[in-house]
């Protein structure tokens, strides 16, 4: 029990680690790796490197995956271009299997005291070293936990395993355990490193290690499936491609292994002396050949890869929508280029809003998952133009460009907010079996109102005064249809608190609308901004 409870430890304090070092890393860092893999897609091999470097640092090939379906997604990047980085993600965590095949008890030590200094000394409290200390905590909680897996095993009796490792691991029964230590870990370097443990005391020898890890590696691969969820389109394409990787090294290996076995050769012999006769080293070597050995054809062949990852998922609506048209990386050089494309984006946003409301006649062939679809999309269109602009400030913009620059966030937090009280209304309208004749006129004068919007746009100046006229305070005559339905006998009780939810998001989408057409009138921003550049000349 003291062997099962020690290695059960060691995976918790691993699993812990590899999170926290996750997490903090990614926010210590992440539009810095951002930036890293978009400028590192000029050509397979360095795709391939900088997925690697990312792989490394977060010890997760899921992260990277995630990270490159983020930037394909806001279509910072194409498919194509994120697969050598997805690729690469799985060359990284070889790292820490080779970091397990090292005595590192001392390292832990010295990493727990530092941390224990930083949390003392507060400076876990400063922004600027708050993440790095939690990536200090999340490494040594990572080594102690390699250091428990290393150690237990050690404890073990071996002469009652003996006949049962003698005459039931097979290698299909190992490829087996393999599978299902990876299901349980999601990661195929965990699994490495128990196999590592194992045979480093001779409790299974280098021919069953081979099959563990082959069935590790694949395990891995598949459980991305399960842990990508409900995921579709782009970013399922990536699970896929994560999938190829597994399964092409898994292949090529094997061959190589039964090869070698058909010529004469004994493999594990010939993979002992690859490690100096380390079977730690040998182990460590073979996960990192596996991942080579799928990295290196899906990156170079990526174009192949692309089109088998689009046929077995198809880009959907919400990818089309989710994609920025204006802005992008490249266009943040010149500021004043810069604040024009952020405004087109967000006057494109205003344009789709009428499609977030039901349509209460709709037209054959039309589902509300579409619009759905184009709620989500926008919503990551407007993320992507907020952290456009956020990137546009932390260049150190001259005043005025400033002024605008924060201008155009609130506005896009308004149009935000408009998107989704537009979404939870048409939910809530949709939700009546039959559609009562307040909530289809509520839904309709909201179509008008937010329509008119939209003309405002192209339309003269004025527009945009007579729309916040029109959207003026209404709380006297909505309050009244709230006391009717309340007191009313005309409505089930079900249906009354829907009508009321329906007319409390109908006066919030009014205010919303209002605001955004004082903040769009140029008498609100660009004259202004025309008068401050008059008063500087």
């Known amino acids: 029990m003291t062997v099962l409870a020690e290695m059960m430890a060691g995976l918790g304090l691993l699993f812990m680690g590899l999170a926290a070092m996750s997490t903090h890393l990614?926010?210590?860092?992440?539009?810095?790796?951002?930036?890293?893999?978009?400028?590192?897609?000029?050509?397979?091999?360095?795709?391939?490197?900088?997925?690697?470097?990312?792989?490394?640092?977060?010890?997760?090939?899921?992260?990277?995956?995630?990270?490159?379906?983020?930037?394909?997604?806001?279509?910072?990047?194409?498919?194509?271009?994120?697969?050598?980085?997805?690729?690469?993600?799985?060359?990284?965590?070889?790292?820490?299997?080779?970091?397990?095949?090292?005595?590192?008890?001392?390292?832990?030590?010295?990493?727990?005291?530092?941390?224990?200094?930083?949390?003392?000394?507060?400076?876990?409290?400063?922004?600027?070293?708050?993440?790095?200390?939690?990536?200090?905590?999340?490494?040594?909680?990572?080594?102690?936990?390699?250091?428990?897996?290393?150690?237990?095993?050690?404890?073990?009796?071996?002469?009652?395993?003996?006949?049962?490792?003698?005459?039931?691991?097979?290698?299909?029964?190992?490829?087996?355990?393999?599978?299902?230590?990876?299901?349980?870990?999601?990661?195929?370097?965990?699994?490495?490193?128990?196999?590592?443990?194992?045979?480093?005391?001779?409790?299974?020898?280098?021919?069953?290690?081979?099959?563990?890890?082959?069935?590790?590696?694949?395990?891995?691969g598949l459980s991305t499936l399960v842990a990508s969820g409900g995921l579709e389109g782009t970013g399922r394409q990536l699970c896929y491609v994560h999938i190829l990787v597994k399964a092409i090294g898994c292949l090529v290996l094997f061959l190589a292994w039964e090869g070698a076995r058909l010529a004469g050769i004994d493999p594990a012999t010939a993979l002992l002396a690859a490690g100096h006769h380390d079977i730690a080293a040998s182990v460590s070597f073979l996960f990192l050949a596996l991942q080579l050995a799928g990295a290196l054809p899906v990156a170079l062949a990526r174009k192949a890869t692309e089109r088998l990852a689009v046929a077995l998922s198809p880009p959907t609506a919400e990818d089309h929508a989710s994609r920025p048209r204006f802005v992008h990386e490249q266009g943040l050089g010149e500021p004043a280029t810069a604040l024009d494309l952020s405004q087109k984006e967000t006057e494109r946003l205003i344009r789709r809003l009428p499609r977030l409301l039901p349509d209460l006649d709709p037209a054959p062939g039309t589902r509300e998952e579409d619009r759905t679809a184009l709620w989500r999309g926008s919503a990551a269109v407007a993320r992507a133009i907020d952290h456009f602009i956020v990137a546009l400030i932390e260049r150190r913009l001259p005043r005025e460009e400033?002024?605008?620059?924060?201008?155009?966030?609130?506005?896009?937090?308004?149009?935000?907010?408009?998107?989704?009280?537009?979404?939870?209304?048409?939910?809530?309208?949709?939700?009546?079996?039959?559609?009562?004749?307040?909530?289809?006129?509520?839904?309709?004068?909201?179509?008008?109102?937010?329509?008119?919007?939209?003309?405002?746009?192209?339309?003269?100046?004025?527009?945009?005064?007579?729309?916040?006229?029109?959207?003026s305070d209404r709380s006297e005559l909505l309050n009244r249809l709230r006391r009717n339905l309340v007191s009313g006998a005309a409505h089930g009780e079900e249906e009354a608190r829907g009508l009321l939810h329906a007319t409390s998001l109908f006066e919030r989408a009014l205010w919303l609308v209002r605001r955004i057409a004082v903040a769009l009138r140029p008498s609100g921003n660009e004259a202004k901004r025309d008068k401050a550049l008059a008063e500087g000349a």
């Open 26 to 220: 990614q926010q210590a860092t992440g539009r810095k790796v951002r930036v890293l893999l978009h400028a590192a897609t000029r050509s397979p091999v360095a795709g391939l490197v900088c997925g690697a470097v990312a792989g490394a640092a977060t010890q997760s090939s899921n992260a990277v995956a995630v990270i490159s379906g983020n930037l394909v997604r806001s279509g910072a990047l194409s498919a194509r271009d994120a697969i050598p980085v997805v690729a690469g993600g799985n060359l990284g965590t070889a790292l820490l299997v080779f970091i397990a095949a090292i005595d590192l008890r001392l390292v832990v030590l010295y990493l727990v005291a530092l941390a224990g200094f930083a949390v003392h000394f507060r400076l876990d409290r400063r922004p600027a070293w708050r993440d790095w200390v939690g990536v200090v905590l999340g490494l040594a909680l990572v080594l102690l936990g390699l250091d428990f897996i290393k150690s237990a095993p050690r404890h073990m009796e071996l002469t009652a395993l003996a006949p049962w490792l003698a005459t039931g691991l097979t290698p299909v029964v190992a490829f087996a355990a393999g599978l299902a230590a990876a299901g349980i870990s999601q990661s195929s370097s965990t699994s490495a490193i128990l196999v590592l443990a194992l045979a480093q005391i001779g409790i299974i020898g280098l021919d069953d290690a081979f099959y563990i890890v082959l069935g590790a590696n694949l395990g891995a």
């Open 402 to 471: 400033l002024h605008v620059a924060l201008q155009q966030q609130a506005q896009l937090e308004m149009v935000r907010a408009l998107q989704d009280a537009l979404h939870e209304f048409s939910d809530v309208v949709e939700a009546f079996p039959r559609t009562p004749p307040l909530a289809f006129n509520l839904s309709e004068s909201l179509r008008t109102i937010v329509l008119s919007l939209v003309d405002a746009l192209d339309g003269a100046p004025q527009d945009f005064e007579i729309l916040a006229e029109l959207t």
